[in-house]
């Protein structure tokens, strides 16, 4: 393909609007549209001309009035507005005004170590100032001061994360700070300074920035959650409030987006070596850039989201441009673009089924396998042997987890909790929803064979019992997955499966299992360090979000060790009693 590509352009100037299946896309989006997965718009364009545009959904719900987007309709674009303030920062430093040295100090010296943090520092988030939006009371603030040097004070009084250029931290204080030097060194606001360094240059008559003329937009789509049917996000008009600053405030259509970016890499913008300065290095997020992969091909854009999602890629190998908007999301905005751009580039993509189905397909062949068990193997079952279920359950769990992470691209294990891998139609959805069946299937087996046993040895059965709370929140999470409304009252019905162990260390009383009371504790004290750290959230709410993978995981070691440890129990006890 990447032949007829090359052949193409030498040959002529003839779009590439026949390479690109529209037809394919239109499904995808239709698909998308109708299983209520998103709301939004996208733009795909080459050569600065526009190959596919579709939107979905409507940008405005009021109970039964709905109206629906076109691609004219206005998205926030939050973060990506970093990178017009990027460009118009290297603007400034062509001009002379300005260098990738100069530090914060000539500007704001109220902010700690800002003689040693340079304007490189601030564009690539290597400063180390605090970032203002994860304190809500101060965000909240800043909305009602004017003056910048008040604003200035009011974010130097938190602890820098690090000392200037040690390490990497994502911060809107420093686009907030590089869009007052740009109305500084403009003499204008940042609107102005916008307009007159990009909208006008390149006619972009369809982007926005500022609180009151957006407000003004008529065809400016509103935020939604899907919760059985889309309903608006809560406060809205706060944010709405908040969107005037340079890291984030920019209102557009998404082909104004996509004629942005690739004026910006056509050197419409900034010099060749300006452009290469912006891409110098080789992390990730470069100087008001980001760098991703797809195949063989980089791409270079931004990404943005608050209470919506957007993105803004150009992949200078193919000269495409692919910019799209959400303002109603249930599956990952990633998960999205990654299958636009296999079909782009004619590779084959999975759209997981529909999850009623898949739910219905689970529990059929779920419960012919138990039929088959239960009757074809009732000598197994009745079986001691049985008790290696209390491994064989969380290794199956663990494994399928882990594989069902592979499943879904650029999962991150430290951040993402597990219950994101079975995100209704996600990649990885169907999947973990047959691993959470089969865990819930072996499971109720297990707990069948240790209250068999309890009965047998005469302990009490309640924290045998209790057990099932383990396989409850499993089918329910299979058979109700996000953002059904009872997905999360069963993923959090896991948290009760500590009740056995603990109704364990007062009801298991006799000398011969009295080791497990011990290890009871182990189980216990897992979950009690989980609950506790997601707890700390309101204190420290990044570490919370940079963590919750792994808080989440400690809380599924509990249950499944719990697991292992009455295996071990009962393996140990019917050695001491055989029948």
């Given at each position: 393909?990447?032949?007829?590509?090359?052949?193409?352009?030498?040959?002529?100037?003839?779009?590439?609007?026949?390479?690109?299946?529209?037809?394919?896309?239109d499904?995808?989006?239709?698909?998308?549209?109708?299983?209520?997965?998103?709301?939004?718009s996208?733009?795909?364009?080459?050569?600065?001309?526009i190959?596919?545009?579709?939107?979905?959904?409507?940008?405005?719900?009021?109970?039964?009035?709905?109206?629906?987007?076109?691609?004219?309709?206005?998205?926030?674009?939050?973060?990506?507005?970093?990178?017009?303030?990027?460009?118009?920062?290297?603007?400034?430093?062509?001009?002379?005004?300005?260098?990738?040295?100069?530090?914060?100090?000539?500007?704001?010296?109220?902010?700690?170590?800002?003689?040693?943090?340079?304007?490189?520092?601030?564009?690539?988030?290597?400063?180390?100032?605090?970032d203002?939006?994860?304190?809500?009371?101060?965000?909240?603030?800043?909305?009602?001061?004017?003056?910048?040097?008040?604003?200035?004070?009011?974010?130097g009084?938190?602890?820098?994360?690090?000392?200037?250029?040690?390490?990497?931290?994502?911060?809107?204080?420093?686009?907030?700070?590089?869009g007052?030097?740009?109305?500084?060194?403009?003499?204008v606001?940042?609107?102005?300074?916008?307009?007159?360094?990009?909208?006008s240059?390149?006619?972009?008559?369809?982007?926005?920035?500022?609180?009151?003329?957006?407000?003004?937009?008529?065809?400016?789509?509103?935020?939604?959650?899907?919760?059985?049917?889309?309903?608006?996000?809560?406060?809205?008009?706060?944010?709405?409030?908040?969107?005037?600053?340079?890291?984030?405030?920019?209102?557009?259509?998404?082909?104004?987006?996509?004629?942005?970016?690739?004026?910006?890499?056509?050197?419409?913008?900034?010099?060749?070596?300006?452009?290469?300065?912006?891409?110098?290095?080789?992390?990730?997020?470069?100087?008001?850039?980001?760098?991703?992969?797809?195949?063989?091909?980089?791409?270079?854009g931004?990404?943005?989201?608050?209470?919506?999602?957007?993105?803004?890629?150009?992949?200078?190998?193919?000269?495409?441009?692919?910019?799209?908007?959400?303002?109603?999301?249930?599956?990952?905005?990633?998960?999205?673009?990654?299958?636009?751009?296999?079909?782009?580039?004619?590779?084959?993509?999975?759209?997981?089924?529909?999850?009623?189905?898949?739910?219905?397909?689970?529990?059929?062949?779920?419960?012919?396998?138990?039929s088959?068990?239960?009757?074809?193997?009732?000598?197994?079952?009745?079986?001691?042997?049985?008790?290696?279920?209390?491994?064989?359950?969380?290794?199956?769990?663990?494994?399928?987890?882990?594989?069902?992470?592979?499943?879904?691209?650029?999962?991150?294990?430290?951040s993402?909790?597990?219950?994101?891998?079975?995100?209704?139609?996600?990649?990885?959805?169907?999947?973990?929803?047959?691993?959470?069946?089969?865990?819930?299937?072996?499971?109720?087996?297990?707990?069948?064979?240790?209250?068999?046993?309890?009965?047998?040895?005469q302990?009490?059965?309640?924290?045998?019992?209790?057990?099932?709370?383990?396989?409850?929140?499993?089918i329910?999470?299979?058979?109700?997955?996000?953002?059904?409304?009872?997905?999360?009252?069963?993923?959090?019905?896991?948290?009760?499966?500590?009740?056995?162990?603990?109704?364990?260390?007062?009801?298991?009383?006799?000398?011969?299992?009295?080791?497990?009371?011990?290890?009871?504790?182990?189980?216990?004290?897992?979950t009690?360090?989980?609950?506790?750290?997601?707890?700390?959230?309101?204190?420290?709410?990044?570490?919370?979000?940079?963590?919750?993978?792994?808080?989440?995981?400690?809380?599924?070691?509990?249950?499944?060790?719990?697991?292992?440890f009455?295996a071990?129990?009962?393996?140990?006890?019917?050695?001491?009693?055989p029948?």
């Amino acid at each position: 393909m990447k032949y007829l590509f090359v052949f193409i352009a030498l040959i002529s100037s003839y779009t590439y609007a026949q390479n690109i299946n529209t037809e394919q896309l239109d499904s995808y989006f239709s698909s998308l549209e109708h299983r209520n997965e998103a709301m939004g718009s996208i733009a795909i364009s080459k050569n600065g001309k526009i190959l596919y545009s579709n939107a979905i959904g409507y940008k405005t719900i009021n109970g039964n009035d709905k109206e629906k987007s076109t691609t004219a309709t206005h998205y926030k674009i939050w973060s990506i507005t970093k990178t017009y303030t990027a460009v118009m920062i290297f603007q400034l430093i062509e001009e002379g005004k300005l260098s990738l040295d100069t530090t914060l100090n000539t500007f704001y010296p109220q902010i700690p170590n800002s003689k040693k943090i340079t304007i490189r520092q601030m564009l690539c988030h290597r400063s180390g100032i605090f970032d203002y939006v994860n304190d809500i009371e101060k965000d909240i603030k800043l909305r009602d001061i004017q003056s910048k040097d008040s604003i200035a004070e009011l974010i130097g009084t938190f602890t820098p994360n690090f000392k200037p250029g040690e390490n990497f931290r994502y911060s809107n204080s420093n686009y907030l700070f590089l869009g007052y030097i740009i109305e500084t060194l403009d003499s204008v606001n940042f609107e102005t300074a916008l307009s007159n360094r990009i909208l006008s240059k390149l006619k972009l008559r369809n982007t926005y920035f500022g609180t009151q003329t957006v407000k003004n937009l008529k065809n400016i789509a509103n935020t939604y959650n899907f919760n059985g049917s889309w309903i608006p996000v809560d406060g809205e008009a706060d944010y709405n409030n908040h969107i005037e600053t340079a890291d984030g405030g920019i209102v557009a259509t998404m082909e104004d987006m996509a004629l942005f970016i690739e004026a910006l890499f056509d050197g419409k913008l900034i010099s060749e070596q300006g452009l290469s300065n912006m891409l110098e290095g080789n992390d990730s997020y470069r100087l008001g850039i980001m760098k991703t992969q797809f195949l063989d091909s980089e791409g270079f854009g931004h990404t943005g989201g608050w209470i919506s999602e957007s993105s803004l890629f150009y992949y200078p190998k193919e000269e495409l441009t692919i910019a799209y908007a959400t303002n109603g999301i249930v599956i990952r905005k990633e998960e999205i673009l990654d299958n636009v751009l296999k079909i782009y580039h004619n590779k084959p993509f999975a759209v997981s089924m529909n999850r009623n189905v898949q739910g219905l397909v689970i529990l059929i062949i779920g419960l012919l396998c138990y039929s088959i068990l239960r009757f074809r193997f009732s000598k197994v079952l009745t079986s001691r042997n049985l008790i290696y279920l209390g491994f064989i359950t969380p290794l199956i769990f663990w494994i399928g987890s882990f594989i069902s992470g592979l499943l879904r691209e650029n999962y991150n294990y430290l951040s993402e909790p597990i219950t994101a891998l079975d995100a209704f139609y996600s990649s990885s959805g169907t999947f973990m929803a047959s691993i959470q069946f089969t865990t819930a299937l072996l499971s109720i087996l297990f707990f069948l064979i240790i209250y068999k046993n309890c009965k047998r040895h005469q302990i009490n059965v309640i924290p045998a019992m209790l057990l099932l709370f383990v396989p409850i929140a499993m089918i329910g999470a299979s058979l109700f997955p996000f953002p059904n409304e009872l997905y999360s009252l069963f993923t959090n019905i896991i948290i009760l499966s500590a009740l056995s162990p603990i109704t364990a260390i007062f009801l298991w009383r006799k000398s011969q299992i009295y080791g497990i009371r011990r290890l009871a504790l182990l189980s216990i004290f897992l979950t009690i360090v989980s609950i506790c750290l997601i707890a700390i959230r309101s204190v420290d709410p990044e570490f919370v979000f940079n963590y919750m993978g792994i808080i989440q995981r400690i809380l599924y070691l509990g249950w499944s060790l719990w697991f292992v440890f009455l295996a071990l129990s009962f393996q140990n006890l019917n050695k001491k009693k055989p029948s």
